[in-house]
C-alpha cells in the first residue's frame, strides 16, 4: 500500500464566483481538477454558490464546505478559520495570495506575481490597497509559498528579503496546459468557425485581460505600422477588459484592421488560437504568461517578450521582441505576415514542449509541495 493521501482544504470561492474565470481563476479551477484524484479534497466557499459543471470538477471526489456568506477578507479571517478548526484538514492550500491567520494546520499560498507591490501603476487601486496589506501576512506565515514561475520565486525572495530557511519556503510550481484542449482541430471545423465569428486570413491575436501591463497600445501601434505592408491583416484583442483601458480605446479608434472581441467562451479560444498566424503577447510584466503555452500547443508562432518570463515559458521556442521598441515588435509582425506558413512550420515543431507541461505534473508538484509542509 502506498502513504495515505492527504486531506486538503482548498480556498474554491474563484471556482464559484467567475463564470467567466481569467487568470487566477483558471489556476484555481485547473488545480482543483487534477489535485481531486491525488488527495482528499475539501473546497470551502462562502455559501454564495455551489462548484457546478462550470468549474468541471468531479464533484464525487471532493468534499464541499460553504461556510458563512460574509465577503472578502472578513469571510477568510473568521468564517472559514471557524471550518477549518471544525474539519481540521492536515494541509489549507489558498491558491491567490492571500492566507487566514489563524488556520490549525499547515498553510500554502501560491503568488502569481508581485505586480501590485512593485509596479502600482499596473494594478487597480482597491487590489493594490488589499495586497499592500495581506501579502507580506501571507509571505510572513505561510509554511510553503508556491510561486509560478521561478522568475516570481526570486521577485519574492528578493522583495520580501528572505534567506536560508525562509528563502527555502518559496517553491517555483509553473502552470500546465490541457492538451485534450488544446489540441488541433481540423482544418474544416476552424473554417466553419471562422466563418460563423466573421473572421478571416490572416489575422494576428492577443488573448487577455485588456490593462496597462500587457501593453496593448504598443501593440496595437507596431500593428498599424506592419498593417502597411499587410494590409489584409487583422489584430484580434480577445478578452475582457481590465482597468486603465482609455488610451488602447482611444488607439484601437483610430486604427484599422482591429477588433475587440471581449471575453472569448473557453470552448472558443482554442480555435481562436489555432487559427492565428501568431500570438502576440509582448506584456511588460507576468508572472507566468499562460497564453504562449496553450498556442503553443497548438503548434501557433508565438511573438512574445525578451527577457521577460515568458522567455522562460516558452523555452525558447518563440519570436522575441523588445516589448518596449514599437519599431521592433512592428518588424517581426510584419515578418509573421509576410508568410504564416512558414513560421507555422516551425512553431509545429516545438509542440511536444508545449504539451509536456500539463496541468497534471503541476498537479503532482503541488502534492509534494504539500507533503513538505506537512513534515515541518
Known amino acids: 500500500m502506498g502513504p495515505a493521501r492527504l486531506t486538503v482544504g482548498l480556498d474554491a470561492r474563484l471556482l464559484v464566483s467567475e463564470g467567466q474565470p481569467t487568470g487566477v481563476g483558471y489556476y484555481a479551477r485547473e488545480l482543483a481538477r487534477h489535485l481531486a484524484p491525488l488527495v482528499n479534497l475539501q473546497l470551502y466557499t462562502d455559501g454564495s454558490r455551489h462548484p457546478g459543471p462550470s468549474a468541471a470538477l468531479p464533484l464525487d471526489k471532493v468534499t464541499v464546505h460553504a461556510q458563512r456568506r460574509w465577503p472578502g477578507l472578513p469571510w477568510q479571517q473568521t468564517a472559514l478559520v471557524a471550518g477549518l478548526w471544525r ?12 492566507l487566514p491567520r489563524w488556520a490549525p494546520c499547515p498553510t500554502v499560498v501560491t503568488i502569481h506575481d508581485l505586480a501590485a507591490l512593485t509596479r ?8 493594490r490597497r488589499y495586497l499592500e496589506r495581506m501579502l507580506p501576512s501571507a509571505v510572513r506565515h505561510a509554511d510553503r509559498i508556491i510561486a509560478v514561475s ?15 530557511a525562509d528563502a527555502r519556503r518559496v517553491v517555483a510550481v509553473g502552470l500546465g496546459v490541457d492538451a485534450a484542449r488544446f489540441r488541433p482541430q481540423p482544418s474544416h471545423v476552424l473554417a466553419r468557425w471562422q466563418q460563423q465569428r466573421g473572421i478571416a486570413d490572416p489575422y494576428l491575436v492577443f488573448v487577455g485581460t485588456r490593462e496597462p501591463r500587457k501593453n496593448l497600445v504598443r501593440l496595437v501601434t507596431a500593428f498599424n505600422i506592419a498593417r502597411r505592408q499587410h494590409p489584409r491583416a487583422t489584430l484580434l484583442l480577445a478578452g475582457a477588459a481590465g482597468f486603465g483601458t482609455a488610451a488602447l480605446d482611444h488607439v484601437v479608434a483610430r486604427t484599422p484592421g482591429v477588433r475587440v472581441l471581449d471575453y472569448v467562451a473557453p470552448d472558443e479560444v482554442p480555435l481562436l488560437l489555432q487559427g492565428a498566424a501568431a500570438l502576440c503577447y509582448v506584456s511588460l510584466y507576468e508572472g507566468f504568461g499562460l497564453p504562449v503555452l496553450e498556442a503553443m500547443a497548438l503548434g501557433t508562432p508565438v511573438v512574445t517578450s525578451a527577457n521577460t518570463v515568458m522567455e522562460d515559458t516558452t523555452g525558447g521556442h518563440a519570436l522575441y521582441v523588445n516589448p518596449v521598441d514599437t519599431d ?47 513534515r515541518t
Open 328 to 374: 521592433s515588435i512592428a518588424a517581426t509582425l510584419s515578418r509573421v505576415l509576410a508568410d504564416p506558413p512558414a513560421f507555422r512550420q516551425v512553431a509545429a515543431e516545438h509542440m511536444a514542449y508545449a504539451r509536456a507541461l500539463s496541468w497534471n505534473r503541476t498537479a503532482r508538484e503541488t502534492v509534494v509541495v504539500y507533503q513538505d509542509a506537512c
Open 87 to 98: 474539519q481540521r484538514p492536515q494541509l489549507y492550500h489558498s491558491p491567490t495570495f492571500t
Open 120 to 127: 502600482p501603476e499596473w494594478a487597480n487601486a482597491q487590489n
Open 150 to 164: 521561478s522568475r516570481v520565486r526570486q521577485e519574492i525572495v528578493s522583495h520580501f528579503g528572505l534567506s536560508g
